[in-house]
């Protein structure tokens, strides 16, 4: 990101606007309110029926190897002849299957590939039979109907890489670790583990987690933690991940307004203090121009990661090798998912541009009211960016590289989406809160 210059806010909007011109026709065509302009993101709302509890032991035995023991119990859940997990650390075992394209290999293994293992796997409980394919774990239930309770042990080899999850020298990343449930919107959703964007769609569940780690690690986690002599538990609930990190000797930073709470780790105590203070600061803006998350704390954890940031439920990953003007960039969009994807859901699979687009272009809004300069010269580049024609309601199999993914969804979707500014903030603020109030805990679909 180059330094920002100043632009009338009023002129940049309206000139922003021209490129949705043809998108703010049709919405107000179809439907004679403000709110039908935001139409072309999500037709309904469902909430899901079945209820989801995760038990789990993590027992971090090493630098590289965690023993897991889960209990998932559900109830309600649909009819079929098995019910589908997804487990993706099976995916780390080999090149062939690692979830990256050749393009952003180098960055994503900076020392070549590792390859992770997955060892003594066993299932339990009401689990009859199961098969493994990729990430899909499919599970013959012993009986049908009632609670059950599916009961999963296994040994991770946590390799060594620059991903969602992997190690390094400074961290642990336990992202999508444990197996979770393919439902979303109430429904089985069974997706492969795509190497582009964020191929995730799940319900929620509430997860309670004793974690047990050797001294010397600092656990940075989601929800509600509480020390043990050992290590520590973790409450989590309506969540739709549970990720945990695990750090060595970082340096800790601690925000809060009486409403809202960050924490962040970092390797350099300057990092950490400008992530918790700008997370906090982003947080009470959404707050006053959206809605209350579903959840009241955020961590935020600034680490080796080769994808500039990824959201998970009540915590998310910024990369420490991001420039200052990037990082503070990447720090609003991560913690606007906090309403994009954890307090509401999404297929982000199958319609990928819909939480991000909804995210970047809060963190657009955010710069231009509280940075104006800075704010200005983000929206302007992304409108520079985005290609011409480009089709960004495209599911994830459909793009053709992270760069062809980034400048439609990114660029693309988020400046049509912001453009939409231009009818006044009153009108779109009060159609993003209206939109946020009716999903708010559930999933859009």
């Given amino acids: 990101m180059g330094a920002g210059r100043t632009i009338n806010r009023a002129a940049h909007i309206e000139g922003a606007a021209v490129i949705c011109c043809d998108m703010r026709r049709l919405a107000f ?196 933690v509480a020390a043990t002599e050992d290590g520590a538990t973790v409450y989590l609930a309506d969540a739709r991940d549970c990720t945990l990190v695990l750090l060595k000797d970082p340096d800790t930073a601690v925000a809060s307004d009486g409403a809202f709470a960050v924490t962040a780790y970092a390797r350099d105590e300057a990092k950490a203090r400008s992530a918790a203070d700008l997370a906090l600061s982003s947080a009470a803006y959404f707050r006053e121009k959206i809605g209350a998350p579903v959840r009241d704390a955020l961590t935020v954890v600034v680490l080796p990661f080769y994808a500039g940031g990824m959201e998970y439920c009540g915590l998310v990953y910024v990369a420490d090798s991001l420039s200052a003007s990037a990082a503070s960039a990447c720090v609003v969009h991560e913690t606007a998912h906090l309403w994009w994807y954890d307090s509401v859901g999404f297929d982000q699979v199958a319609e990928p541009w819909k939480d991000e687009a909804l995210a970047q272009s809060c963190m657009f809004a955010y710069f231009c009211d509280k940075l104006p300069p800075f704010g200005y010269t983000l929206v302007e580049s992304a409108v520079a960016a985005s290609p011409a024609g480009t089709d960004f309601r495209r599911p994830l199999s459909e793009y053709e590289s992270e760069a062809d993914y980034h400048r439609s969804v990114y660029c693309a979707a988020a400046t049509k989406l912001y453009a939409l500014r231009s009818l006044g903030d009153e009108k779109f603020f009060g159609a993003l809160s209206d939109f946020f109030a009716d999903r708010r805990g559930g999933v859009a679909k």
Avoid: W
């Fill in 29 to 224: 065509a179809i439907l004679p309110v403000v709110a039908a302009a935001f139409l072309f993101l999500l037709s309904g709302c469902s909430q899901a029926d079945p209820t989801i509890d995760v038990y789990a032991d993590v027992t971090v035995l090493s630098d590289e190897l965690v023993a897991v023991s889960v209990r998932v119990e559900a109830s309600s859940l649909p009819d079929g002849e098995y019910v589908p997990f997804a487990f993706y650390p099976p995916l780390f075992s080999s090149r062939e299957t690692l979830p990256v394209t050749d393009d952003a290999f180098a960055a994503a293994c900076p020392d070549g590939f590792d390859a992770g293992e997955v060892l003594d796997f066993r299932a339990g409980g009401d689990v009859a039979a199961y098969t493994q394919s990729g990430c899909l774990l499919r599970v013959c239930p012993k009986r049908r109907g009632g609670t059950l309770s599916f009961c999963f042990d296994y040994t991770l080899r946590v390799p060594v890489n620059a991903m969602r999850y992997g190690r390094d020298e400074f961290a642990l990343r336990l992202a999508d670790f444990l197996p979770r449930l393919c439902l979303f919107g109430g429904e089985y959703r069974e997706y492969d583990c795509l190497p582009i964007g964020d191929p995730f769609a799940f319900d929620a569940a509430d997860y309670r987690l004793r974690v047990t780690h050797p001294d010397g690690m600092t656990l940075a986690a989601p929800g509600e």
